[in-house]
């Protein structure tokens, strides 16, 4: 099957909210162990992509296949079980439980406990060795016992990756990894997702040029919820298409993609 | 998070509900304030700690009055099986109110509940075994495993209290089990606890049943008190009187519901005397203060003091 080769198909997806199209017949196709960034200009609908994808929202039309199953009708949570799971924009942790349990209560899912309500919670004990090497992986190491909401932002950012590591998943979804994050942060994210990406497959959605450009092997550009452009970043990053979207886009999001072009001279 | 001052609680609990009758305090008030205090601690299980607010909580606790009541009463069954019985009906109630309910959020999931307690009302109010605005009165306490006598105020005391502890440890344990942990996670971002592959739809169902059982354990038991059931335990002022003493006694604290429940219904016993339906009134005013100015109740206060969960 020629199919195996894309662990991620959608054809004509489409999402319509009350007549508003946020994302429009959008046939997207991810190789299997690669990194694919999906861009576009604020509002473009990559969320929305990611949402759908994931099965947070149903889509209006279209189908989703992920390795070669259609997945379009399924509930989100037993997406996530077959091994495609995701991030969230804004950063998505259990703030009152400890760094270590945010991941701990990841690596929980697939030990088959997680229904026993009469068990101590002491049983859980047994997955801190490998709760802590995912932290350690991340350099979250020494925060291991902090509560997560007194982390700062890159921190839990990191800790949500964790987290998301910890449910091994065939191909992850990162909804702007380093949005928010000081340089450094940024600079420890990329290392991460290159180094996670070594046996699985990523989807991001970024707005930093300078990390698209470093990592992605195939960029999909998206504005007004179609596809505009595909391909490796030397070629999307001069087709004047492209260019014209981002310019023509509203004023947030041309600031920040200038910015980021300047950045990176 | 389970400090060696949490020991020391547990302590203080057991020694009070030890000693309280000793030291003079009325039993029958004490008993009442037991089966409430595990009322509120099953609501708390469900709101506290999981995030998810019924307002039809008495039709759990009414079920199973009626259910124990009949089952003693009327069939002839031992106090223990009218227990059983009660807190097993309470637990399927839940089952269904609970499948009904779940896939509505928030403000839905709480009218929902509040639907179905009310049309259970008036199932009670029209079926002949309830006794109707009567009541379901004259139930035997009879005698436990057909040993203990019950009649005797002090022996129906101790076992009232023995069921209320092992109510409140069995919540104290769910909380602090693997599926504790992944409730915590739904009710702190249950789209995250979505997106970690838990079908939390079933962990909600599966703490609504418990929460619901154990609430059911608190009107059988109730009924053994009283020797009676009645449609003051399915009215909606009962759900509400519920969320009041979780709330002024701390949500998501472990001792606050505890807390709660002694001060409303010891309030209730002294003013009812005093002020006749204003009793009422002072309660709605007690709910408008706690929202207001007092969120964190009276033990989560306490706690945020001692700067110690309790
Ligand atoms: N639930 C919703 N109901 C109505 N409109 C929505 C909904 N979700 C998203 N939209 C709209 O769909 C469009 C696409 O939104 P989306 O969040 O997918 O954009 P995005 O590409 O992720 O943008 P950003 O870069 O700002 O994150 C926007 O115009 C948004 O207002
Ligand atoms: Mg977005």
């Known amino acids: ?265 | 998070m389970n400090g060696g001052h949490m020991y020391w609680g547990f302590a203080a609990l057991i020694g009070f509900g030890l000693l309280a009758p000793v030291a003079g305090i009325y039993p029958t008030f004490l008993m009442k304030c037991w089966c409430f205090a595990l009322f509120a601690c099953a609501f708390n299980l469900l709101l506290g700690y999981t995030g998810l607010l019924s307002f039809g909580h008495a039709a759990f606790l009414s079920v199973a009055a009626y259910v124990a009541g009949h089952t003693i009463r009327n069939l002839g069954f031992g106090p223990e099986w009218g227990i059983l019985a009660g807190t097993l009906s309470a637990g399927v109630l839940g089952y269904v109110f609970g499948s009904l309910a779940i896939r509505r959020a928030g403000i839905y999931f709480a009218m929902i509940t509040l639907a179905l307690a009310q049309m259970l009302y008036f199932v009670w109010l029209q079926m002949k075994f309830t006794g109707g605005e009567d009541g379901l009165q004259g139930v035997p306490r009879g005698m436990l495993f057909g040993l203990i006598d019950l009649s005797d105020n002090t022996n129906l005391y101790y076992l009232v209290f023995a069921i209320f502890l092992a109510g409140f440890f069995l919540i104290h344990r769910v909380i602090h089990s693997p599926f504790g942990q992944v409730l915590q996670a739904i009710r702190e971002n249950e789209p995250r606890a979505i997106s970690l592959g838990y079908d939390v739809d079933r962990y909600k169902l599966v703490v609504f049943v418990l929460s619901a059982a154990l609430s059911g354990l608190a009107g059988a038991t109730k009924t053994l008190v009283f020797q009676l059931a009645s449609l003051t335990d399915a009215h909606w002022h009962m759900s509400g009187e519920v969320v009041l003493m979780t709330l002024l006694g701390g949500l998501g604290t472990v001792f606050g519901p505890v807390v709660g429940a002694f001060v409303i219904i010891g309030l209730q016993n002294q003013l009812a005397d005093k002020v006749g339906s204003w009793v009422q009134v002072i309660m709605g005013i007690i709910f408008v203060i706690c929202v207001l100015v007092f969120r964190r109740g009276i033990v989560g206060e306490l706690g945020r003091l001692l700067k110690r969960p309790l």
């Not at chain 1, 439980?97 to 406990?113: D, F, P, S, W």
């Not at chain 1, 300078?210 to 990053?237: C, F, Q």
Request: net charge neutral.
């Open chain 1, 1 to 265: 099957m020629a199919d195996t080769d894309y662990i991620l198909e959608t054809r004509g997806l489409t999402k319509a909210f009350s007549g508003f199209v946020a994302v429009d017949g959008v046939d997207l196709r991810v190789r299997r162990g690669t990194i694919h960034a999906l861009i576009g200009p604020n509002g473009a609908g990559k969320t929305t992509c990611f949402n759908l994808l994931t099965r947070f929202l149903a889509p209006t039309n279209g189908t989703i296949t992920f390795n070669g199953r259609d997945i379009t009708r399924m509930r989100p949570a037993a997406i996530a079980r077959l091994g495609l799971v995701r991030s969230f924009q804004i950063s998505a942790t259990f703030p009152h439980m400890t760094v270590l349990e945010n991941v701990r209560v990841a690596l929980q899912r697939k030990t088959g406990i997680s229904m026993h309500f009469w068990k101590s919670g002491r049983v859980l004990d047994r997955l801190n060795g490998r709760a802590l090497e995912l932290l350690e992986a991340v350099d979250l190491g020494a925060f291991a016992g902090a509560m997560t909401v007194e982390l700062p932002y890159g921190r839990k950012r990191a800790l949500e990756i964790a987290t998301t590591l910890a449910l091994d998943p065939e191909m992850m979804l990162l909804d702007e990894p380093t949005q928010g994050m000081g340089h450094e942060d940024v600079g420890r994210v990329v290392d991460l997702i290159r180094k996670v990406a070594v046996n699985r497959t990523v989807l991001m959605v970024e707005h930093n040029m300078n990390v698209v450009a470093d990592l992605s092997d195939t960029i999909t550009v998206l504005a007004r919820g179609a596809v505009l452009a595909e391909g490796p970043y030397a070629e999307v990053s001069r087709n004047s298409r492209v260019l014209e979207a981002y310019v023509g886009s509203e004023q947030v999001g041309s600031e920040q993609v200038g910015s980021e072009q300047e950045e990176a001279t």
